[in-house]
């Protein structure tokens, strides 16, 4: 069992930053890919960003692209998002999401993560 707690999420103008943290538990973090995903009011979840397990492959949605950063930190079973030039359609609640199994060759589809965390808020205003 893997649980996933995101932190870092607020209220933010448009056109300015934060940085949101997904902590992991679990000795084997450095062997998933993780990914973040979005929700917003009356849409479905979409794709925002994925990382590999060494860090060393990202991938990203082309609505963000330019915009945010993925990262690890697999000593401190981490992952972060650094959100800049954020917009209002941006506002969404924000999901990690870890793939624990076989490491997935579509990062960008939900079903190929089995764990997920509870979400955090971010809403962007204009």
């Known amino acids: 069992q893997v649980q996933l707690v995101e932190s870092g999420g607020g209220l933010v103008q448009a056109g300015g930053s934060l940085r949101l943290s997904c902590a992991a538990s679990?000795?084997?973090?450095?062997?998933?890919?993780m990914g973040w995903f979005r929700q917003a009011p009356g849409k479905e979840r979409e794709f925002v960003a994925a990382i590999s397990r060494s860090g060393g492959t990202t991938y990203y949605s082309d609505s963000v692209k330019g915009r945010f950063t993925i990262s690890r930190e697999n000593t401190k079973n981490t992952v972060y998002l650094q959100m800049n030039g954020l917009k209002p359609e941006d506002t969404a609640v924000y999901y990690c999401a870890a793939d624990t199994g076989v490491p997935t060759t579509t990062p960008r589809l939900a079903p190929s993560y089995d764990y997920w965390g509870q979400g955090t808020q971010v809403t962007v205003s204009s």
């Open positions: 679990g000795r084997a973090f450095s062997s998933y890919v």
